[in-house]
């Protein structure tokens, strides 16, 4: 049973795939094979089958029979029928109002599953591209971390020559191992985090357990001009899918309604049947006149008497759902506009958060140029130079988080107001 096991395992092991996407490749097999778009569409496909299922009522269904009884006596009927050799009957509902607007609101629920799936497809994307994002500033933060650490690897056998020789207290060298154990730390987190995001990718793009998706080199920050915030709030409100679905859960309730009312109105259906009839069912004894072949067609009314209360209160319940639904769709509309309106300003205090980064790592670097210069001159030491190169690697990594936030506040953005999977596919 062990050996059984790490057979399997092994094998696990060995069919596991790492792929190299571009973020337009993954988005596009996302929108596919996602497990959660999946079973939006099978939702959708099961609401288009209830639609079949629901005018079926108005399909013609033709059932034929044949059978033998002997007759002593008077011809009695079977099931309502004559006895008869061969039977055929027709069923079809010609005017069944309840059944039609059962059949519109079957409808209503399929256009409200199209409007699911777009909602999935919607958080499939952002997480698609988020994982882009995180992994590709895990590696440049991997990279400078690497960096950083060759620099205080320096720094730690400089500092230990210089303690060697008294010209530096001994704290200073366990300061500068210090250091070195703390870049090892992150370095390891850092490919850690890469690798759980790979294989974070390649579960939300529907692939195999154990494969991991490593994304291409690209340049894969979202170009799309964004619109002013009040322009973009009414863009989303307008296109929400959110919204639409419960509009359309909406209508679905209204059409229920319609139909309990209409079950005061009468029906009709079409009848039609065909006999083959036998002699030795004793007809000719019985009746003036035997004919074998026999058929019939015509209309069958059904009018509605007394209907009883269940149908006042299942319209009191659909009622109730309704008012709930009209609450749910004026809540969905405040959220809308806060969650849009705390995004705008998340974008900016990045915007903001960037652009200091961005100073500080260009005064590190000036530092670096400056230490060079003097080191040059012999003002410095090889080990102010490498801690001032470890420095520079420490705000190229500050950046890196900062240039990270701004571009998951701008996917937050486009995903608020709707436009990140067009976005997205430019």
Known sequence: MKALAVFFLSALCAAAEIRTLTLRDALDIAL??????????????????????????????VFAGSGAAYTNGFPMSID?????????????AIFDRPQSLRAAQANETVRGTEFDLGLRQDEVAYRVASLFFDADRASRSLTAVEQQLQSLTRVRELTAVRVNEGRELSIESSRADLRVLQAQQRQAELADSIADTETSLAQVLGFNPGDRVQPAQEDRRVTSQIDSEEA??????????????????????????????????????????????????????????????????????????????????????????????????????????ADLQRAYRDMRR?????????????????????????????????????????????????????????????????????????????
């Open 350 to 426: 990045t915007e903001t958060a960037q652009k200091l980064a961005r100073a500080d790592l260009d005064l590190a670097r000036e530092q670096l140029s400056l230490d060079l210069t003097r080191y040059d001159e012999g003002q410095v030491t090889m080990a102010q130079v490498e801690a001032s190169r470890a420095a520079e690697q420490e705000k190229w990594i500050a950046y890196y988080d900062t240039q990270h936030a701004l571009e998951v506040a701008r996917l937050t953005v486009l995903r608020q107001s709707g436009s990140l999977v067009a976005a997205l596919q430019k």
């Open 80 to 92: 309502g029928n004559a006895p008869a050799l061969v039977q055929a009957k027709t069923q079809m």
């Open 232 to 337: 973009a709030i009414q863009q989303a409100l307008d296109s929400s899918r959110e919204i639409k679905r419960l509009e359309s859960n909406l209508q679905g309730k209204n059409l229920e309604i319609k139909s309990y009312k209409a079950e005061r109105l009468p029906k009709a259906n079409l009848i039609t049947q065909y006999s083959l009839l036998s002699r030795f069912n004793n007809y000719d004894k019985f009746f003036p006149r035997f004919q074998r072949n026999n058929f019939e067609l015509g209309v069958s009314f059904e009018i509605p008497i007394l209907t009883g209360r269940s149908g006042a209160a299942y319209i009191v319940q659909a009622q109730v759902d309704i008012d709930k639904i009209r609450a749910q769709i004026g809540q969905t509309r405040s959220r809308i506009t």
């Open 32 to 61: 596919k094979q996602n497990p959660d778009v999946v079973l939006a569409r099978l939702d959708q496909q099961r609401a288009r089958a209830q639609v079949t299922i629901e005018k079926d009522a108005f399909v013609p269904k």
